[in-house]
């Protein structure tokens, strides 16, 4: 290919990924999204053209980890998102953490059902409180590590 690369500097994991300059702009506009706009932008683009987007899930996180960016520099702020309980809602609870992990139904029902588990670790604090509000909406427990 010849063309022009840029890389990503956003954070350590995307200073590594080479970015082609034809994406470069779809790339800065994601990493400006908040945790729930990503959730809603992979169920548009799973329903859109019927994939799963298990794979594609870690560039995902990389690019919402870039969006908090700023408040790490302001110290290490960052934690573990543990789910402690499903609650009577169990179906509601595998639907917030497949939007938030972009696990596939059964990696996601199977993170559940093995509650207390970690779902996303080294997350920022505004990150992981959008995500805790997600799962308790959705009727489970969530605690930081």
């Given at each position: 290919?010849?063309?022009?690369?840029?890389?990503?500097?956003?954070?350590p994991e995307a200073a590594t990924a080479e970015v082609p300059a034809k994406f470069k702009d779809l790339v800065?506009?994601?990493?400006?999204?908040?945790?729930?706009?990503?959730?809603?932008l992979v169920k548009?683009?799973?329903?859109?053209?019927?994939?799963?987007?298990a794979a594609p899930a870690m560039m995902m996180a990389g690019g919402a980890a870039a969006g908090g960016a700023a408040a790490e520099d302001e110290g290490p702020s960052t934690v573990n998102v543990e789910l402690t309980a499903f609650g009577e809602t169990k179906i509601a609870?595998?639907?917030?953490?497949?939007?938030i992990t972009g696990l596939g139904l059964?990696?996601?029902?199977?993170?559940?059902?093995?509650?207390?588990?970690?779902?996303?670790?080294?997350?920022?604090?505004?990150?992981?409180?959008?995500?805790?509000?997600?799962i308790e909406e959705a009727g489970g427990?969530?605690?930081f590590k």
């Open positions: 290919m010849s063309e022009e690369t840029t890389t990503a500097e956003a954070t800065a506009e994601i990493e400006k999204m908040s945790v729930l706009d990503l959730s809603e548009v683009l799973e329903d859109k053209f019927g994939v799963s987007a609870v595998i639907k917030a953490v497949r939007g059964a990696e996601a029902k199977a993170l559940v059902d093995g509650a207390p588990k970690v779902i996303k670790e080294g997350v920022d604090k505004a990150a992981a409180e959008e995500m805790k509000k997600q427990t969530v605690s």
